[in-house]
Structures are given as C-alpha cells and as structure tokens.
C-alpha cells in the first residue's frame, strides 16, 4: 500500500498545474493526492459472479433475463418472491433444513446472497458430524440479467441438491415471463 501512495503522490506530483510540474505547495499536491485516491477507492467495483471451478459437480453458475424493459427495483422484486416462494423445510428432499437470507442489497447494489441447509438427520451424522452442509445461493444483477451461482461450501458433489434448487426457482421465474436455461454443472 505504501509503495501504491508512493506513487499517487509521484503522478500527481508530476502532472501538478505549478510552474515547470511542481506543485506550488504541499496543500496542493495533498488535494490533488487525495482527490486521485478518493477517485480510484470511490469507483465500484463491475460485478462478475466467481465462475465455478472446472469439472465441478457441485456449483452452478447460470444467466437469468426478465422480460425486455424490466427495471432493477422490479428485478429484485421479482428474485425475493422467488426466494420467498421457495419452501422453509425444503422441497423433494432438498434443503429440509431450511434457509436464512443473509445479504439482501437488490434494489442498491444488485446482491443478495441466501445459505441454504443439506443433509440433516443421520445422513449428516455420518457424512458432516452431525452438522448440515451449507450452500450459497448468489445472485447479482448486471444490467439487463441477473447472474445466478449455486455452490455447496464443500464436498465434490452434491447429489444433484443445486440444480433441483435452481430449478425451482427458475420455474418460478419462467411463470412471470423470465427467459431461464435450465441449470446444469460445468463441464
């Protein structure tokens, strides 16, 4: 980091609107020091969901697109009714152990990020000690889409838990005229 202001200060203090490049004072070259830092710490980050890792069978990355001309304030409506839809105690043997919301940003920054509970009872017991395997279930919008990561925490495979979950949702979704792929793994 020091070696970065290090050379913030040396740009700014060779582009300085003083007399041959050299700042007419120290409060100058620390306003022009500070607005050059301001500007590149202030400037958001472009959203790109982590991409899941090759040959994965437990991690999901899709695209999913409202109908043409939906606005971000009703993209994210659109997602937490899906979320909201999807059942407390799980559905066809998938997540009974229910899931929280954890990070809800739509309508400002466009995330929201859900855990979702695997494997509980004596299939835990035998596979996790007894603690239930925990998923993430991402979703940034990036425009006119929203991307969508599905990923078991840990494990090699999920026995199927994230595509049954994204389907779901993505039925949903296809209901309110969303155009979705059905999920599948990365090959």
Same mark, same amino acid.
């Given at each position: 980091?020091?070696?970065?202001?290090?050379?913030?200060?040396?740009?700014?203090?060779?582009?300085?609107?003083?007399?041959?490049?050299?700042?007419?004072?120290?409060?100058?070259?620390?306003?022009?020091?500070?607005?050059?830092?301001a500007?590149?710490?202030l400037?958001?980050?472009?959203?790109?969901? $982590?991409?899941?890792?090759?040959?994965?069978?437990?991690?999901?990355? =899709?695209?999913?697109?409202?109908?043409?001309?939906t =606005?971000?304030?009703?993209?994210?409506?659109?997602?937490?009714?899906?979320?909201?839809? #999807?059942?407390?105690?799980?559905? $066809?043997? @998938?997540?009974?152990?229910? #899931? $929280?919301? @954890?990070?809800?940003?739509?309508?400002?920054?466009? =995330?929201?990020? @859900? $855990?979702?509970?695997?494997?509980?009872?004596?299939?835990?017991?035998?596979?996790?000690?007894?603690?239930?395997?925990?998923?993430?279930? =991402?979703?940034?919008?990036?425009?006119?889409?929203?991307?969508?990561?599905?990923?078991?925490?840990?494990?090699?495979?999920?026995?199927?838990?994230?595509?049954?979950?994204?389907?779901?949702?993505?039925?949903?979704?296809?209901?309110?005229?969303?155009?979705v792929?059905?999920?599948? #793994? #990365?090959?």
């Amino acid at each position: 980091m020091k070696s970065f202001l290090s050379l913030i200060l040396f740009v700014t203090s060779a582009t300085s609107s003083g007399a041959f490049g050299v700042p007419s004072s120290r409060r100058e070259l620390f306003q022009q020091t500070a607005v050059g830092t301001a500007a590149f710490f202030l400037t958001p980050a472009a959203h790109a969901i $982590e991409a899941c890792p090759k040959g994965s069978k437990n991690c999901i990355v =899709t695209v999913w697109s409202p109908p043409e001309g939906t =606005t971000k304030k009703s993209m994210a409506l659109a997602l937490r009714s899906a979320i909201y839809s #999807y059942p407390k105690n799980g559905q $066809e043997k @998938v997540d009974v152990g229910g #899931y $929280e919301i @954890v990070q809800d940003d739509l309508e400002t920054l466009g =995330t929201a990020r @859900v $855990e979702f509970k695997s494997g509980v009872g004596n299939f835990s017991k035998f596979l996790n000690g007894g603690k239930p395997f925990i998923d993430d279930l =991402t979703f940034e919008i990036n425009g006119d889409h929203v991307e969508v990561r599905s990923a078991s925490r840990m494990g090699d495979n999920d026995f199927d838990v994230n595509r049954k979950r994204l389907v779901f949702l993505a039925n949903t979704l296809r209901s309110a005229g969303w155009s979705v792929e059905e999920p599948t #793994y #990365y090959k």
